[in-house]
């Protein structure tokens, strides 16, 4: 995504920057409460309000204002996210997700989403090399989601991938085995193609 939005401004694109669980400051309190591995008991439920809770203070603080000033926004995760992890992972009503989505969002839908796909396992050695990290560096313990069990993270690819077969029109996905370089130039070349046809 840094890459992505360092060649959009190098292109002179007007880039709003996001990302979810977060956004913005209340939107961070909400991350905070989401992602601390302290919270294991948070219900489904409570989970899937707060994402959308999150979602609709960054729809109405940040993405609405700059999509009415031109710029274009790119997020890193939006609904198809809770749809995944939330719908598929956790095994709640899809039906409820989208009635929640269209709450929270009024309208605001993503023109294109980009999947990095990679296997499982190396998903997970990543996330988990990139929480020690973070920890190395007293940053804040965001650690819940990559703790749940391989099953949870299994339906989660899986729904992925059925995402993009289903709606393949607004769905691209990039294989995420490659170097960052390689996956870089893909993603660069499917924006740039969405936005010559703008």
Request: aromatic share 6%; charged share 30%.
């Given at each position: 995504?840094?890459?992505?939005?360092?060649?959009?401004?190098?292109?002179?694109?007007?880039?709003h920057e996001?990302?979810?669980?977060?956004?913005?400051?209340?939107?961070?309190?909400?991350?905070?409460?989401?992602?601390?591995s302290a919270n294991q008991e948070l219900s489904p439920t409570a989970e899937l309000l707060l994402y959308f809770a999150g979602r609709a203070q960054?729809?109405?603080?940040?993405?609405?204002?700059?999509?009415?000033?031109?710029?274009?926004?790119i997020s890193d995760r939006f609904t198809d996210s809770t749809l995944v992890y939330q719908g598929a992972g956790r095994g709640l009503s899809t039906e409820?997700?989208?009635?929640?989505?269209?709450?929270?969002?009024?309208?605001?839908?993503?023109?294109?989403?980009?999947i990095i796909d990679i296997d499982l396992e190396t998903s997970l050695a990543r996330a988990k090399k990139r929480n020690k990290v973070l920890s190395d560096q007293n940053q804040p313990d965001e650690t819940r989601?990559?703790?749940?069990?391989?099953?949870?993270?299994?339906?989660?690819?899986?729904?992925?991938?059925?995402l993009a077969k289903k709606e393949s029109g607004r769905i691209a996905v990039?294989?995420?085995?490659?170097?960052?370089?390689?996956?870089?130039?893909?993603?660069?070349?499917?924006?740039?193609?969405?936005?010559?046809?703008r």
């Amino acid at each position: 995504m840094r890459k992505l939005i360092d060649r959009m401004r190098h292109a002179f694109y007007d880039v709003h920057e996001s990302a979810e669980p977060g956004g913005t400051p209340i939107g961070m309190q909400v991350r905070r409460i989401l992602l601390d591995s302290a919270n294991q008991e948070l219900s489904p439920t409570a989970e899937l309000l707060l994402y959308f809770a999150g979602r609709a203070q960054n729809i109405d603080q940040w993405i609405k204002p700059a999509i009415a000033e031109g710029r274009i926004v790119i997020s890193d995760r939006f609904t198809d996210s809770t749809l995944v992890y939330q719908g598929a992972g956790r095994g709640l009503s899809t039906e409820m997700i989208l009635q929640l989505h269209e709450i929270a969002c009024r309208g605001v839908n993503p023109d294109l989403t980009i999947i990095i796909d990679i296997d499982l396992e190396t998903s997970l050695a990543r996330a988990k090399k990139r929480n020690k990290v973070l920890s190395d560096q007293n940053q804040p313990d965001e650690t819940r989601m990559d703790e749940q069990a391989v099953d949870f993270h299994r339906r989660a690819r899986d729904a992925y991938a059925e995402l993009a077969k289903k709606e393949s029109g607004r769905i691209a996905v990039i294989d995420g085995r490659r170097s960052i370089d390689a996956i870089s130039d893909d993603v660069w070349d499917t924006v740039r193609r969405r936005l010559l046809v703008r």
